[in-house]
């Protein structure tokens, strides 16, 4: 069964450094999507992204952090300069079309220094 | 606007035992409703959904919800316990904003005791 995946499976960084985490949609969906989840609290939306541009964003979702799609297969999420309070899992989904559901990956946890 | 409660942060059970974890949601619009289920390590996996068909739901493993729009409620259940249901479960609503994107309920942590 397709599904999505997620590298790196843990990444740890320093504060101020950018990272990016990579996601490969399953191959004949359309809608992508970037959530996070600190620890303990909520999984929280924080973009979404079809047609090669955003469709709707959070207010998490600040100048700090893009979005891309550089290739037909990957899909990578962007944070500029990391704060401390971006440590989170970052999952991301991927949707054939508004009928279906999402499908998520395992997830990338985030660890800031 | 459209929001999501899950009742309980945590239920323990034993195995063999009936499963009840509780969701109550609010929309402005006909929402679409799903339970996910996150094992340690893995991603978020689809359960079941809702979207406005059958009121009553089935999906994998023997999980079952019951959509009751007068309760506002979307309860997941299951018959029997198993030490494999043992994981983190998401209430999510969608489409009951206006908007397609989810928001999530806080999460219940089943415990499952032999």
């Known amino acids: 069964e397709p599904e999505v995946t997620q590298t790196p499976s843990h990444q740890v960084t320093q504060m101020g450094q950018e990272v990016i985490l990579r996601c490969v949609p399953i191959?004949?969906?359309?809608?992508f999507y970037w959530y996070r989840q600190i620890l303990g609290q909520k999984v929280e939306f924080l973009v979404s992204?079809?047609?090669?541009?955003?469709?709707?964003k959070s207010e998490i979702f600040d100048d700090q952090f893009s979005v891309e799609r550089p290739d037909g297969s990957n899909f990578t999420l962007k944070i500029r300069s990391t704060k401390l309070e971006d440590s989170a899992m970052y999952f991301c989904?991927?949707?054939?079309?508004?009928?279906?559901?999402?499908?998520f990956g395992p997830g990338t946890r985030l660890t800031v220094t | 606007a459209q929001s999501v409660t899950q009742l309980d942060s945590h239920v323990s059970v034993s195995e063999g035992t009936p499963v009840l974890l509780r969701c109550n949601y609010s929309?402005?619009?006909?929402?679409?409703l799903f339970w996910y289920v996150q094992h340690p390590n893995k991603g978020l996996q689809l359960l079941l959904k809702?979207?406005?068909?059958?009121?009553l739901v089935k999906g994998i493993n023997g999980f079952e919800a019951e959509f009751k729009k007068s309760e506002t409620s979307f309860h997941l259940t299951k018959p029997s316990a198993h030490m494999s249901d043992a994981a983190e479960y998401f209430c999510?609503?969608?489409?009951?904003?206006?908007?397609?994107?989810?928001?999530f309920g806080r999460g219940t942590s089943l415990i499952v005791h032999p």
């Open positions: 992204f079809y047609n090669n541009e955003i469709s709707e």
């Open positions: 989904a991927s949707r054939r079309d508004f009928t279906y559901e999402q499908y």
């Open positions: 191959s004949n969906h359309l809608y």
């Open positions: 809702y979207t406005s068909a059958a009121t």
């Open positions: 929309s402005s619009y006909s929402p679409s």
């Open positions: 999510v609503v969608s489409g009951g904003g206006g908007s397609y994107i989810p928001t």
